[in-house]
């Protein structure tokens, strides 16, 4: 069980192509290594997103700082920022002997999910904006989308 999670955290990490950029972070490991962008703040969002979109339920396991920095290829310390600024949020806790577990509180979590689905369509409307599309066609355009992208 914990192998399969860990292999869909790989996934998350590196195979998020179409991640938007959120309040200028990336939600990619992937990206360019010279972007300005703190790694710690990408492994954040990339755990973050699989909270948020449940990869990792209420009160699970997530891969330990050991397995996170070996796959991302970044020092333990730098995972383990990551990691705490997750827990600052409430996302996780942490176990010094157990390890790292998602939050139980679901009402939060849920929260949070939509605290970041509204970050998400504001920049996409903003984007849409400044490309000179009118509220009417963005809706046409995003229901479309996802229409073709399920």
């Known amino acids: 069980m914990f192998l399969l999670i860990y292999k869909r955290f790989y996934v998350i ?6 991640l938007p950029l959120v309040n200028g972070r990336v939600d990619s490991m992937d990206s360019d290594r010279f972007s300005g962008i703190p790694v710690y703040i990408k492994i954040a969002n990339c755990v973050r997103y699989s909270i948020l979109s449940g990869e990792y339920p209420p009160g699970s396991r997530i891969p330990s700082v050991r397995d996170i920095a070996q796959v991302s290829a970044a020092n333990p310390n730098t995972v383990q920022k990551a990691l705490g600024l997750l827990e600052d949020e409430g996302l996780i806790k942490a176990n010094s002997t157990a390890g790292n577990f998602v939050t139980k509180d679901v009402e939060m979590i849920a929260k949070k999910r939509m605290e970041e689905a509204s970050r998400i369509a504001w920049d996409a409307v903003v984007q849409l904006r400044a490309i000179g599309m009118k509220a009417e066609e963005s809706l ?4 479309k989308t996802a229409k073709i992208k399920k």
Do not use: G, S, V
Request: no cysteine; glycine share 0%; net charge positive.
């Open 140 to 143: 046409l355009l995003l229901n």
């Open 13 to 18: 990490i590196f195979h998020r192509k179409n």
